[in-house]
C-alpha cells in the first residue's frame, strides 16, 4: 500500500498529471451547472445522476471512446463547443485517446503564456519550464508542426 501511494505522489508532482485532473475537474463542473441552469427548476434538486452523467459524458469525450446516455440537443450552446475542446485535448501520453494528447496542449498554452510575457517584457531573461525542466525550442517547434498537422487534417476531414 505504501509503494502504491509513493507511486501516485510521484506521479501526481508530473505538471501533465495535474494539468489533466484539472481539466477534467473543471469541464465535468461546467457540465453538470451549465445542464442545471439549462432547468432553473431543479437547482433545489441536487442530484448524483447529474453528476455521474456530466463525468460520463466529459470522460467519453476526451477518451474517444463515443459512447452517450443523453440527448446532446437541449443542451446550451456552449457545451458542444467545450466537449469539442475537451476531444481535441484528449488523453495523456501512451493512451488510445484520438486527441492531441494533454502534453502537447499543455506546452501550447504555457507557450502563449511565455509570448505575452515576453511582449510585456521584451529584455527580460527567461525560459519556457515545465516544472523544473527547461523546454527545448527544436521540442516547441515540434509540437507547433503536429499541431499545424493536426488542425489541418481536422479542417479537411471537416470539410
Known amino acids: 500500500m505504501a509503494v502504491a501511494i509513493a507511486r501516485f505522489q510521484e506521479k501526481w508532482e ?13 469541464s465535468q463542473v461546467s457540465f453538470f ?9 431543479s437547482w433545489h434538486a441536487f442530484s448524483w445522476h447529474g453528476v455521474r452523467e456530466a463525468a460520463f459524458t466529459v470522460v467519453s469525450l476526451v477518451t474517444s471512446t ?6 446532446h440537443v437541449h443542451w446550451p450552446d456552449f457545451l458542444p463547443v467545450l ?37 510585456i517584457h521584451p529584455r527580460a531573461m527567461t525560459k519556457l519550464r515545465i516544472g523544473r525542466r527547461v523546454v ?22 471537416g470539410l
Not at 463515443?66 to 440527448?71: C, L
Not at 503536429?146 to 489541418?152: C, D, E, K, R, S
Open 136 to 157: 527545448d525550442a527544436q521540442l516547441m517547434q515540434s509540437v507547433w508542426g503536429y499541431f499545424a498537422l493536426y488542425m489541418i487534417t481536422f479542417v479537411i476531414c
Open 66 to 71: 463515443g459512447f452517450a446516455t443523453v440527448d
Open 33 to 41: 451547472v451549465a445542464k442545471k441552469s439549462g432547468c432553473p427548476f
Open 14 to 26: 508530473e505538471k501533465w498529471v495535474s494539468f489533466f485532473v484539472a481539466i477534467l475537474f473543471r
Open 83 to 119: 466537449l469539442l475542446l475537451l476531444a481535441f485535448v484528449g488523453g495523456c501520453g501512451g493512451s488510445t485517446a484520438g486527441g492531441m494528447k494533454v502534453m502537447r496542449a499543455m506546452l501550447l498554452a504555457k507557450q502563449g503564456f511565455y509570448e505575452v510575457r515576453r511582449l
